[in-house]
């Protein structure tokens, strides 16, 4: 692995999450490692640990598609590209998670807690109790379910809240986000030069740049105003889309390069697990 690249179990998953449900041909993991200097017994050995551990399985002669073990956070992941409409207008309400009699020792469940957490944008405002502005289409119901599709143990409790003594708006840095909103201008500007790169470069920096910009949006709290820029939020979404685009090209040519069909396979993005 280079520096700053993926592992092979990173890259494999991504390029399965943005198969969109589609296979991925082992021959086509082993290409994208080796873009990355992952060699090719490492990323086969990948493949089986991955396929003993229930995250894919297999999708005929040399293939593979996403398994049982990854398909709620796979769901949920790979709606990022309509993340925005997922908002409505906040009434000033908050969402809030109480998890405090839920035990710690249980390291797995305990990650997984926290990255439902995260990806929802909740906070946490006492030991035990996350919030999060209750600005998300569904309500409650749909948050509560999102969160247990994606690990949440099933004893947490989430309930409305509101009327808080202090207001909770604090928990978050809005002018950090609104800030990290505004360096969309890297991807315009690398856009502007992708041309110029040898494909293999470009597949490869598109990766990289577009990785950390999609997983900026799945873990983006949305959070309404008057707590963010919403038109900075919306620019920058719109941002990545056009660069993930962009991207998805930019691997076809890199395939094609390398004397294999594009396939099925889109440009991976970032989408932690």
Known sequence: ??????????????????????????????TACSLFDIAESAARVTLVRLAAAGMIEGAGRGAYRLGPAAAGFAADVAGWRRAGERLRPWAGGYVAVHSGALGRSDRAALRARHRALDMLG?????????????????????????????GLDAGATVFAAGDFARDPGHLWDGAALNAAYRRRSVLDDWLARAGDLDPDVAAREAFLIGSRAIRQIVFDPLLPEPLVDGGEREAFFAAVRQFDAAGRALWRRFFAAQNQRPGEIDEPGLHPH
Do not use: Y
């Open 1 to 30: 692995m280079t520096n700053g690249g993926p592992k092979a179990k990173t890259l494999i998953l991504q390029l399965l999450l943005a198969a969109d449900g589609g296979a991925l041909a082992a021959r086509d993991a082993v």
């Open 122 to 150: 909740f906070a946490e405002m006492d030991k035990g109790l996350h919030l999060r502005p209750d600005n998300l289409a569904g309500g409650v119901g749909a948050i509560r379910r999102r969160l247990l599709a994606l």
